[in-house]
T-cell receptor
Framework: DAMVIQNPRYQVTQFGKPVTLSCSQT?????MYWYQQKSSQAPKLLFH???????NEADTPDNFQSRRPNTSFCFLDIRSPGLGDAAMYLC???????????FGQGTRLTVV | SQQGEEDPQALSIQEGENATMNCSYK?????LQWYRQNSGRGLVHLIL?????REKHSGRLRVTLDTSKKSSSLLITASRAADTASYFC??????????FGAGTTVTVRA
């Protein structure tokens, strides 16, 4: 029973061509996260939401945007992908009050 | 920005041995969590320890937390080949922000 679903699993995009990654959850969790993870590195927090309240990390590039139209869905938009944006993008959710986060399987983005 | 540091960066042990890894962090936390990640996959939650707890057990896992030193350790006892993975600590601080440390790569040799 997949609870956090990311689509697609693999995405190839051209340099500079906008791309959108999607995440959906069946857990009805308030909090949703987007992380970027490069090879052999820790996941780096890009954004997180508590319901519709949006929190942007200070060092997240302006090239990255996010939308959360409802509780179940969250999107990561990369406006002009560069070669340095090639990475695994991870979506996660958690309930409120210090509960574990549930991760999707990730979307591996390749920029050509 | 990353919250914590982990050591060692990599650990290679024989099946049946114990594996210990440490995590340090910088700011006050609500809780600290440990996750496992198999190569190319998402992260899986292992255990959560709250800031008012000092030790927690789950199966072969033992986690300690020392808030005065801002550090935590994860012990995996009687390791198995299936424990081969990267292990990350994550701190849950204000505003539901969940930040990850650098991770420890554990290899269990058969």
């Amino acid at each position: 029973d997949a609870m956090v679903i990311q689509n697609p699993r693999y995405q190839v995009t051209q340099f500079g061509k906008p791309v959108t990654l999607s995440c959906s959850q069946t857990l009805n969790h308030n909090v949703m996260y987007w992380y970027q993870q490069k090879s052999s590195q820790a996941p780096k927090l890009l954004f997180h939401y508590y319901d519709k309240d949006f929190n942007n990390e200070a060092d997240t590039p302006d090239n990255f945007q996010s939308r959360r139209p409802n509780t179940s869905f969250c999107f990561l938009d990369i406006r002009s992908p560069g070669l340095g944006d090639a990475a695994m993008y991870l979506c996660a959710t958690s309930g409120q009050g210090g509960t574990p986060a549930f991760f999707g399987q990730g979307t591996r983005l390749t920029v050509v | 920005s990353q919250q914590g540091e982990e050591d060692p960066q990599a650990l290679s042990i024989q099946e049946g041995e114990n594996a210990t890894m440490n995590c340090s962090y910088k700011t006050s936390i609500n809780n600290l969590q440990w996750y496992r990640q198999n190569s190319g996959r998402g992260l899986v939650h292992l255990i959560l320890i709250r800031s008012n707890e000092r030790e927690k057990h789950s199966g072969r896992l033992r986690v300690t937390l020392d808030t005065s030193k801002k550090s935590s350790s994860l012990l995996i006892t009687a390791s198995r080949a299936a424990d081969t993975a990267s292990y990350f600590c994550a701190t849950d601080a204000v505003d539901y922000k969940l930040s990850f440390g650098a991770g420890t790569t554990v290899t269990v040799r058969a």
